[in-house]
């Protein structure tokens, strides 16, 4: 079946460091690859997607690019901030059957960063 | 635009009761699926409705139930409570056809506690 394995945290950093989450899938064909984000108390909002191999997702300073060959999409920003403190998510929709609205998740990475 | 909604926030219920939540999608919004998530397990798939159908449903059991009115808004119930459905429900919606590269938009959750 499908799934999506994120990098074991938590993570923490000091304000303007660089980020790097790892994510990784496993899913025939080609799904669809999210980053979704989750700040204390509420639910999730998207934060990128690529939909095809080599689409590069980004918003707000953070990106992702869909690596087929190595079926990953890590989830980068150059410089961090306080209010970047949050749960991460990595998700994937496939296409297809009975797939409708299903998105597998991943584990989640809090990320916690200091001033 | 209004985003996702979902009534209540918070939900204490006993053991053998049964509780129905609900959610209201983003105007024009047609597909509404509906997501558990718990510290163990992480975010499931519970179900996913589109035009009043079930397309498509998660590994839950049958106390788990779900529909979907003619303007979109969804109800899900859970029958004969049980301490581990005590979670964190959250719905989301998504334009177009629902399919696997439309953005699902996620409401901030029903918090449901089972003593």
């Known amino acids: 079946g499908n799934s999506v394995t994120q990098m074991e945290g938590p993570v923490t950093l000091s304000e303007e460091a660089f980020l790097t989450i790892n994510c990784t899938y496993t899913a025939t064909g080609y799904p669809s690859l999210f980053w979704y984000v989750q700040y204390p108390g509420e639910g999730l909002q998207l934060l990128l997607k690529a939909t095809k191999a080599d689409d590069k997702g980004s918003n707000k300073g953070f990106e992702a690019t869909y690596r087929k060959e190595t079926t990953s999409f890590h989830l980068e920003k150059g410089s961090v901030q306080v209010s970047d403190s949050a749960v991460y998510f990595c998700?994937?929709?496939?296409?297809?059957?009975?797939?409708?609205?299903?998105?597998?998740f991943g584990q989640g990475t809090i990320l916690t960063v200091h001033p | 635009k209004a985003g996702v909604t979902q009534t209540p926030r918070y939900l204490i219920k006993t053991r053998g009761q049964q509780v129905t939540l609900s959610c209201s999608p983003i105007?024009?919004?047609?597909?509404v699926s509906w997501y558990q998530q718990t510290p163990g397990q992480g975010l499931q798939f519970l179900f996913e409705y589109f035009s009043e159908t079930q397309r498509n449903k998660g590994n839950f059991p049958g106390r788990f139930s779900g529909r979907q009115f003619s303007n979109s808004r969804s109800e899900m119930n859970v029958s004969t409570l049980e301490l581990g459905d005590s979670a964190l429900y959250l719905c989301?919606?998504?334009?177009?056809?629902?399919?696997?590269?439309?953005?699902?938009?996620f409401g901030p959750g029903t918090r449901l506690t089972v003593l």
């Open positions: 105007s024009g919004h047609r597909s």
């Open positions: 998700a994937l929709s496939k296409a297809g059957g009975t797939s409708y609205g299903k998105l597998t």
């Open positions: 989301a919606s998504a334009p177009g056809s629902g399919g696997p590269t439309d953005t699902q938009y």
